[in-house]
């Protein structure tokens, strides 16, 4: 039996934020808008096109205007969620060229076989709810031009910010090698994965490097990460955060050079410390003592 597709009218913008049960739309459907759904429970299915998904807590999806879809709450239970749907022609229309940004991408320029759900963590759920409440109270705020402008610019803002989650997770999933087959599987992007073989990439980076610099951006744009995913996978595998990492990695080459007789102006520079004031303080700070004294101190347990 084919299944019942229509056109839905809505204004321009629709926003939803609540829970329903029971509820179930009794056929597929499309609209001029652009959609962003979060759900905030588990057990609804949403269909796009061909496509099922089972979703869970933290399940964000991008629907665009042309795909048809349809959502089904689990009987019996709440079905938690907030809607954003947004005509892009009002929304979006000149914001690539101003802003120098591709804010579609996701909805309109997809890499092949595209997988509409992305699992957020804990940390990512909160941040993006964060900004659906940005959108709802400028919403409820009232339409004078002020406001239309700052509700403008919070769409703007959650679409960024889910652009870049989408795009870490895809060339995370590009680098790993692992394959996407839209046909076969019900592959998903899971936050957070443990990145253990990127993080130990990282890990040996900083040894091989620990004479330079070594900044936190640097570092994300030498393995092709957002800045914010380094550090929140990072300290997650290894307990510690990057700079601390580095710091230790640093102290640890630091005695080795002290035991060699080398002085701490020569190290400061050497391992490219702002001055030597700036290496010793970081130096007392991990060990308790200062270079001078734990070179002293070893200086005199090797003359016993």
Sequence with gaps: MKERVFFEEFDSLYYFHGSSQNWAMQGF?????????????????????????????????????????????AVGKSHNRYVLMFDPELYLAGCTEVFGYEFDKFFEHRPENFVHRLN????????VE???????????????????????LSILNLIVELNEMYRFFLKEQKETNKAINSQETDFEFKDPILYRERIEQIKKY???????????????????????YLSHYFKKETGFTLQQYITNRKVVEAKAKLRSGYSVT?????????????????????????????????KNSNNE
């Design 29 to 73: 459907h499309f609209h001029k808008q652009y959609e962003i759904l979060l759900f905030l429970s588990d057990g609804a299915l949403l269909e796009v096109g061909n496509r099922s998904y089972n979703v869970k807590t933290g399940d964000i999806f991008l629907l665009n205007n042309k795909e048809y879809h349809r959502t089904s709450g």
């Design 130 to 152: 964060k900004l659906f409440l940005n959108i709802e109270r400028e919403i409820n705020e009232g339409d004078d031009k002020a406001v239309q402008a700052k509700l403008r």
């Design 266 to 298: 020569d190290i400061a520079a050497q391992l490219s410390y702002n001055s030597d004031s700036h290496f010793i303080a970081t130096f007392k700070k991990s060990t308790g003592i200062t270079p001078k004294k734990y070179a002293q101190e070893k």
């Design 206 to 228: 900083i040894v091989e490097h620990v004479n330079e610099k070594l900044e936190l951006d640097d570092i994300a744009k030498e393995f092709f990460m957002n800045r914010y």
């Design 120 to 127: 957020l963590s804990q940390e990512n759920l909160k941040k």
